[in-house]
């Protein structure tokens, strides 16, 4: 026999009702008369409060079977540093008190009576992942049936392990695992079944659920494997509640603000390189969006590496790469202007050449022959470039193919026309960096 002897006579008289009882029933019929005048006698239920230390059974060798099924009302916090699931919800529990039944036709026909929980034994059920300790509030009642059906309906607050992967967010869902097992009692003692379906669980939660925070129910599936713990075998439910993050507040104050950031980073290519205006506008730029880190900084999950700081960290380096570009291109028309050092043969062949219609190479776009384009304004204190560049060309090839020097005006012409063709070589090439990044992250975004 489990457990030891009962405290008091109890044992002793419920061996003698048995013995008493013709044919040694394994029902223990409750007399329920006068319950209906003069409510319910206490006296009658005595035996069964006294039995509460041990588990309900006739014959110890049959397992209690417990059904079990919950109701997840809210989920409160995701925390992803912690790796924890703070989640609400109602657990109830159904099994079976053989010595529990009564007669309703005797007894003015009530089927149900509810009994405080403390006269009754419970199922030590728990959850196998909580890391808090059951907070379940004193002083609830269960419903117990003519039958010998107790329904016990309990609400807790539980603080599941779970392992979160936030390399999605915001647009990340989680899996959570909520395993219900006995604490003590093994397959010889206890089996767990469902109250309900469990799509019946998910349809009720997703209704129920309050919240309409970050989080939203997507569905819940359930596994039953048994847990072997040395040699002792214990069974268990376990449930995986799929969460999905809402990210239209991150959407919102996250990937819009940095989109429009990088885009006005791009289009700043197009203000003149010649003007002082370029290299501050995006220096401020960068101390924008510096500044917009350091406030959304407190968004973004506290600990990991997401997709979305990965994002970030590449914007920040385009920006800083297109400030360095705006340095360089500043220092080769600078020293186009001041000192033009001559020209290498080749870089003046590869000059001639994209400059020639037809070709594939980026053209500066202030040349005639390619109609308007970014650069539109001439350098102040500069000749007129595109007569140089239409007009001359030609014959200072000769010049140059048969050894004989430029003059100094013609030379920084030709290093102008040269800083001019790289901005628009280097801007191409940041505009498609920028574009297969941005594609690569949507793309792994939407896997
Ligand atoms: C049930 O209890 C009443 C008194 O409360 C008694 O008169 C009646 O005989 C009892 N019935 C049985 C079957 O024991
Ligand atoms: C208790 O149950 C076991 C297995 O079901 C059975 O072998 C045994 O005879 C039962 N004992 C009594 C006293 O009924
Ligand atoms: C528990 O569920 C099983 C099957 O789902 C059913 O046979 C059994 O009667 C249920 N037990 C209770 C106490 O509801
Ligand atoms: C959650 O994870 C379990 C295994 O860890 C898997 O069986 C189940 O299908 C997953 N559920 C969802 C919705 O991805």
């Known amino acids: 026999m489990e457990g030891g002897w009962p405290s008091g006579g109890s044992f002793l008289l419920c061996l003698t009702v048995n013995l008493l009882l013709p044919g040694r029933s394994n029902t223990f019929t409750i007399n329920c008369s006068g319950f209906d005048r003069h409510g319910v006698d206490p006296t009658v239920f005595q035996t069964i409060f006294n039995q509460k230390d041990f588990r309900p059974v006739i014959n110890y060798s049959i397992p209690t079977q417990v059904n079990i099924s919950f109701t997840l009302s809210a989920i409160l916090d995701v925390d992803a540093q912690l790796q924890l699931l703070t989640s609400f919800l109602w657990l109830k529990m159904i099994w079976t008190n053989p010595f529990i039944s009564w007669d309703p036709e005797k007894c003015g ?68 695992t909520l395993t219900f097992s006995s604490f003590l009692y093994t397959v010889e003692n206890m089996l767990l079944g469902m109250e309900k379906e469990v799509w019946e669980i998910a349809d009720t939660s997703r209704d129920i659920v309050r919240t309409q925070g970050e989080w939203e129910l997507l569905g819940i599936n359930k596994a039953t494997p048994k847990m072997s713990v040395g040699s002792s075998l214990f069974d268990q439910i376990m449930f995986y509640v799929a969460i999905r993050r809402r990210p239209s507040l991150y959407i919102i104050n996250l990937l819009v603000p940095s989109s429009f950031l990088i885009s006005i980073d791009a289009l700043s290519f197009y203000l003149p390189a010649e003007s002082e205006n370029r290299a501050p506008f995006k220096i401020t730029l960068l101390l924008g969006y510096n500044v917009f880190l350091l406030m959304m900084n407190k968004l973004l999950p506290a600990s990991g590496t997401p997709l979305i700081s990965v994002y970030f960290a590449l914007c920040l380096s385009l920006m800083v790469v297109s400030l360095m570009e705006t340095i360089f291109i500043t220092y080769l028309l600078h020293m186009a202007t001041t000192q033009p050092p001559p020209m290498p043969p080749w870089l003046y062949s590869l000059l001639f050449l994209c400059t020639s219609p037809g070709k594939c190479c980026p053209v500066a776009l202030w040349n005639e022959n390619t109609g308007p384009g970014l650069m539109s304004t001439h350098l102040p204190g500069l000749k007129e470039p595109g007569q140089l560049v239409g007009k001359e060309l030609g014959s200072r090839e000769a010049e140059l193919n048969g050894g004989s020097g430029l003059t100094s005006t013609q030379l920084a012409d030709l290093w102008v026309q040269f800083s001019h063709m790289m901005d628009t070589f280097l801007f191409r090439l940041y505009l498609i960096f920028l574009a297969s990044s941005i594609i690569t992250v949507i793309i792994l975004w939407n896997t």
């Open 109 to 176: 026909a009530f089927s149900k009576l509810t009994v405080t929980t403390e006269n009754l034994w419970l199922p030590d059920i728990f959850i196998v992942e909580s890391m808090d300790v059951d907070q379940t509030p004193e002083g609830l009642s269960a419903y117990v049936t003519n039958d010998g059906h107790i329904v016990y309906n309990k609400p807790m607050r539980v603080t599941s392990i779970c392992s979160l992967d936030i390399f999605y967010f915001p647009f990340d869902q989680q899996n959570c």
